[in-house]
């Protein structure tokens, strides 16, 4: 049975009770079979007591160095690095153990035990209170170790009494840092002090603040970053614990040497020998099958030791492990061990064993000359289609002082773990060879191509080849396209920058999830190739938090100047993943016009454009002005009002009228996003991301979006989403957004959202938040804080993965749905009048979701159809029109609805259809009263009766015949209706 590392947690519990999307993460827990290097573990004198504390999202790092070094750890998480605990003003965030008080409570009794070392990390000190720093000071001057990682130091008040030391080897010796893209220069980031009695180590990292890491830092080559990198990282970070808690080794490794023949200096040699004598020379010292090299201690060994040596080569996936051998007895310095490695830069590990517990362990890079040696490799493509050649020209030194013959090998392994396609070539002596590898139906994101060396005639390439042939490998991504009728996991996604986001993005990938919106950097592109999962490359973004002035937009989504930037960042975000993408492409997270409540954009060019389509309608000012009741001297100075007035005077227009025209401004910025990206990849699907605030001011006209994009996620809002399915186009990319700022159902829901989505034909379910970071502690995550799946996001993807593996999402995404007979108006303009005119007591959204409440549980399908199909004739295609709250219709529009009346369509609506015509001006008598056949005695009038009656007739009554109901507001102006009347409220029919 597999055991597990796990760490208990200082806070109570991470699961809010009856909340199943959340995982229990009441300890970190990580596989032990997660590939890493034990540095540390066992280690002499037993484990180090520590106590961690950090951000939820970050305790990962605790785990994986609790893998790699001999902790016994109390980890106390704070929610996210700004705040100790939940936010107390939202409910649906908490969960037990994590608020603030708790999480103190908590925090105080860890820090009475007694730790041999405290670390704080990635956290704002001043969250903290001054109490619990006292007390780490009290217990680092009386001899604890302290170590603080990715922190403001300088926040602590007690750290100007730190007094620098020089740890000597104990931390910076032998961590190898010489071979990563990170460290290469030095380690000049940590810093060694004492404090009292105790040890202080800080690693003040370069860059910014990880988001996922609390012991490491962000990677600034993450596309150079492989996983033996990661083990050389906590191998500081675990020396440097080790240093901090008082640790010391008895005996350390000082070096790794070479102890074979080397050449003369350049110094000894004559001025008069050639160079390819000199290299001919060196051949001859350097080809020997086995290197002796030998560890050195930095004074003789106390006792009896053993030692342990390891040889990685990150490149090539190499990892040779030497067990200990003979026993390096006591008084003696030097172990003697032969490597079995052909010509490469290598790390050589060694380990100082007692009786199996680490005494201590170094690393060395070692480069190690010989033949055949690589001169030059080049490769023919930077991309490659699913059924491709591929060519190499591959050049080795030549050999002057021996008959030589080496077989170069070249294999494409794609990220499935396939040899996807190999060749061969033979070299006598060196020279250049020209290879093609043939490449059919690959089905990966991208394929390392490896070219190997080695010397000998040809024959077929084995394993333990690798170990002695000179290497070289290129990674290249292939280009495919997304499956459009299939069920997809879609997930958002954090810059691909830290170890820790790729650990999370292979546990999502193994989970279920097929698809990442993430930014568009080629460290995202190679992480989500590398975890097989599809991108949706976000290129750029429209969002504004505030106005300036109140009412201008920045940027402004009309201004020349600003399309001609963007058209160049879209172009160059989608060139970076036309190849080794998905053919889809996002033009934002969360867009909308404005965050705020701001009535924007009011820059020139947009009142420009409103103006204009103002003048196209009305011709004239005078016509404009007698419309609105508005007294406007010229056109340059017509312009919207803002909400508040226009609730004040009654004079809606203004407002309604310049919200209408930047909900279309907000749409073609989209359609233009679009337009760009096809100028690229002309198959492109495109869109973006809804808010999950949907109020007047985002933009959103369903219709106009989801009508002109390929790709939609909305708010997971019954209406919403069933207003995007009835004009999606068959093949888009849209779905409903999942979690977030909301619990999701519970666990035995995941199948309903699976078969819902599919009945709604919106193959895509949206994770807002698959996994938190060191800013957002939110408990709606898919991935607990160690990256194990949460109950309900495990059964949402074993649901969804049971459907596919039947066909049946294929097979209902691209079926014939026939059409209902009833339909219902979405009406942009009524929603907009009846947030600003809401004498009825009900927005538009809330009536339609009442409606689709009513309608489903009768279990009548239905379409939405928007004013722009009405006008096109599509009404012909349903018997019955539902009319919620449309209080706004233009001419055209009522054209089209009593065309569909006399037709013989049934119309059903509550509230005067059409007292407003589509700018919000009110009519002298509602427009479609005539087809009601209704008399008024004046404009509707909202009044909130207390007793109502609704008598159904013999024909239509089953079991019940006669309804009472209270509390319902209705239009008093009614003074009868020519047909039946089935109820009547306070008198009014």
């Known amino acids: ?319 040779v492990v030497y067990p200990p051998g003979e026993v390096l007895r006591a008084g003696q310095r030097f172990y003697p061990f032969r490597a079995t490695v052909g010509p490469g830069r290598y790390f050589f590990d060694a380990w100082l064993l007692s009786k199996n517990r680490v005494i201590d362990w170094y690393t060395e890079v070692v480069a190690i000359p010989g033949w055949p040696e690589f001169a030059r490799v080049d490769f023919s493509k930077t ?199 998905s053919g889809m492409y996002s033009l934002g997270d969360g867009n909308c016009l404005i965050e705020s409540e701001e009535n924007v954009c009011q820059s020139e060019t947009c009142l420009e454009g409103f103006r204009k389509k103002l003048k196209e309608r009305y011709a004239t000012l005078d016509a404009l002005n007698d419309a609105w009741g508005t007294r406007y001297p010229t056109w340059g100075e017509v312009a919207p009002c803002g909400q508040y007035e226009a609730m004040r005077t009654g004079l809606f227009a203004p407002w309604v009228a310049f919200r209408r025209h930047m909900d279309g401004v907000f749409a073609e910025a989209h359609r233009r996003g679009r337009e760009i990206a096809r100028q690229v990849d002309r198959r492109a699907r495109v869109g973006f991301r809804a808010a999950e605030d949907t109020g007047p001011y985002r933009g959103y006209d369903w219709w106009k979006l989801a009508s002109q994009l390929d790709v939609l996620g909305v708010p997971d809002d019954a209406v919403i989403a069933e207003q995007v399915r009835s004009v999606r186009a068959p093949d888009a990319y849209t779905g409903v957004c999942i979690g977030g700022r909301s619990p999701p159902r519970e666990v035995g829901a995941a199948a309903w959202r699976v078969w819902h989505a599919l009945f709604q034909r919106m193959p895509v379910l949206w994770i807002e938040a698959p996994f938190g970071t060191a800013d957002l502690g939110s408990p709606h995550t898919a991935l607990s804080p160690d990256g194990r799946p949460s109950p309900f996001f495990a059964a949402l993807c074993d649901a969804v993965g049971h459907v596919q593996d039947l066909g049946l999402d294929a097979l209902l995404l691209q079926a014939a749905w026939r059409r209902p007979a009833l339909a219902v108006y979405a009406s942009r303009a009524s929603a907009l009048v009846n947030h600003i005119e809401p004498s009825f007591g009900a927005t538009s959204h809330e009536t339609e979701a009442a409606l689709l409440r009513v309608l489903g549980e009768l279990g009548y399908p239905y379409d939405f159809v928007s004013p722009e199909q009405a006008m096109a004739g599509r009404l012909d295609d349903y018997l019955m029109l539902f009319l919620p709250m449309t209080r706004a219709l233009s001419d055209p529009e009522v054209a089209a609805i009593t065309r569909f009346h006399e037709q013989g369509g049934h119309l059903v609506a509550d509230i005067a259809p059409g007292q407003f015509d589509d700018h919000g001006v009110m009519r002298d008598a509602p427009a479609l009263d005539c087809v009601f056949d209704v008399q008024r005695d004046g404009a509707p009038r909202a009044i909130l009766t207390t007793h109502a009656r609704v008598t159904l007739p013999e024909t239509l009554a089953e079991t019940i015949s006669q309804v009472r109901l209270t509390g319902l507001t209705v239009d008093a102006s009614l003074l009868a209706l020519r047909g039946e009347i089935w109820g009547e409220a306070d008198g009014t029919p």
């Open 383 to 581: 991309e490659l289609l699913a059924n491709d050649a591929l060519d190499i020209t591959a050049t080795v030194r030549s050999v002057m002082h021996k008959q030589a013959e080496c077989m170069i090998y070249a294999q494409a392994v794609d990220t499935l773990g396939r040899t996807v396609a190999e060749t061969y070539a033979t070299l006598p002596g060196g020279g250049t060879a020209a290879l093609t590898l043939a490449l059919a139906d690959l089905i990966a994101p991208m394929v390392k191509v490896n070219v190997f060396a080695i010397e000998g005639p040809r024959r077929r390439f084995t394993p333990w080849d690798v170990h002695f042939a000179a290497h070289a490998s290129l990674y290249l991504p292939v280009r495919r396209v997304a499956p459009v009728y299939r069920l997809s996991l879609l997930g958002n996604g954090l810059p691909a920058v830290e170890c820790n986001t790729h650990a999370f993005l292979a546990q999502l990938a193994a989970t279920g999830l097929d698809t990442v919106h993430a930014a568009p950097t080629q460290a995202n592109r190679f992480a989500l190739a590398q975890a097989n999962l599809y991108p949706l490359p976000k290129v750029t973004q429209y969002v504004c938090p505030h106005a300036v002035e109140g009412v201008i937009r920045l940027p402004c989504l009309t201004d020349p100047a600003y399309h001609s930037t963007e058209e160049s960042r879209i172009v160059d975000a989608v060139s970076l993943f036309e190849t080794g993408g």
């Open 1 to 319: 049975m597999a055991t597990h590392n796990a760490i208990v947690l200082g806070a109570l519990s991470l699961i809010a009770a009856g909340l199943t999307w959340s995982a229990p993460a009441d300890e970190v827990r990580l596989d032990p079979h997660t590939p890493h290097v034990a540095w540390g573990r066992p280690l002499a004198g037993g484990p180090i007591r520590a106590l961690f504390v950090a951000p939820r999202f970050t305790v990962r790092d605790v785990g994986e160095l609790a893998l790699r070094l001999d902790v016994d750890a109390d980890v106390v998480p704070m929610w996210d690095a700004h705040h100790v605990g939940c936010d107390p003003d939202a409910p649906s965030q908490h969960i037990p153990g994590a608020s603030a008080s708790e999480t103190l409570d908590q925090l105080e009794r860890a820090i009475e035990r007694k730790h041999d070392l405290v670390v704080a990390a990635n956290i704002d000190a001043d969250v903290l209170p001054a109490r619990f720093w006292a007390l780490v000071r009290e217990h680092v001057a009386g001899g604890a170790g302290l170590l603080l990682a990715n922190m403001d130091v300088e926040s602590l008040s007690f750290a100007r009494n730190f007094e620098p030391v020089d740890a000597g080897r104990g931390v910076v010796s032998g961590i190898g840092e010489a071979m990563t893209p990170e460290w290469y220069d030095g380690l000049d980031f940590v810093q060694t002090s004492t404090l009292g009695n105790g040890r202080v180590v800080v690693l003040n990292y370069a860059g910014k603040r990880p988001m996922t890491q609390c012991l490491l830092p962000s990677l600034s080559d993450p596309v150079s970053a492989r996983p033996e990198h990661m083990d050389v990282y906590y191998s500081l970070v675990a020396r440097a614990a080790r240093w901090a808690a008082g640790r010391d080794a008895a005996v350390r490794i000082e070096a790794i040497e070479f102890e074979g023949i080397v050449g003369p200096s350049e110094e000894a040699i004559p001025p008069h020998v050639s160079d390819e004598a000199i290299q001919a020379m060196q051949d001859s010292i350097e080809d020997q099958p086995y290197r002796p090299y030998r560890v050195r201690l930095d004074r003789p060994a106390p006792r009896d030791v053993q030692v342990k040596i390891q040889i990685r080569d990150p490149h090539r996936a190499l990892q």
